[in-house]
């Protein structure tokens, strides 16, 4: 299988491909990165049309190179790989549709952690959406670990860790499972389970899970 990986940042690249390649043996991964683009989204508050329009041409470009499958990366511009569908003649996958499904299947009250609005909005939206196509009636939480991202920019590792570590405190007792909306945050996944004593899903496990069925 031929897989194209759509980046708007550095930070998650890496780890996704040790993990990608260690679940999925001779798989064929091609990267494309561009992470001018989730700081456009951030400082615009959202997807721009300038935003879309890039990420629809990297997806032209991973078609014309002959890729199987693209894979989107990143929960922020989630949506603008549901346009793409209507664009681009190979399947694109949204990193966190097999995390969001595995979680609506599942639980009742799902609580999702986010260190931006940026991205908490777009998850949440589809976990109502998947919700809707399972004829599921399920409970979404906000999980905002708000001043989180701005301390992992500022240098403060520990700090962004804290405040995510806090949110699913907050919410441990009003939730069933917590989706983590940030890929990135996957390193976090087996902590904020011990600190909830709750299921916590994150995009990248729950991904490769799904592409492993594909093969």
Known sequence: MKITA???????????????????????????VDDSIIA???RAGGVTK?????????????????????LNTCSSVGEVAELGTRMISVPILRIDRPMAETAVKNFSRIAVIATLPTTLEPTIRLVQSVAAEQNRQVTVL????????????AGSPQEHDRRIEEAARRLADQADCFVL????????????????????LSSPVCCAEYLKTLL
Request: with cysteine.
């Open 6 to 32: 759509v980046y708007t940042g550095q930070g998650l690249c890496e780890p996704l491909c040790a993990l990608l390649k260690k679940e999925l043996p001779g798989l064929e991964l091609t990267n494309i």
């Open 40 to 42: 456009d989204v951030i």
């Open 50 to 70: 300038a935003v879309t329009r890039r990420l629809i041409g990297y997806y032209s470009v991973a078609q014309e190179r002959g890729t199987d499958f693209i």
């Open 142 to 153: 906000n999980g905002l670990a708000e001043g989180a991202y701005q301390a992992l920019v």
């Open 181 to 200: 909306a940030q890929g990135s945050m996957m390193r976090m996944q087996e902590k904020l389970a011990q600190i909830s004593g709750k299921t916590v």
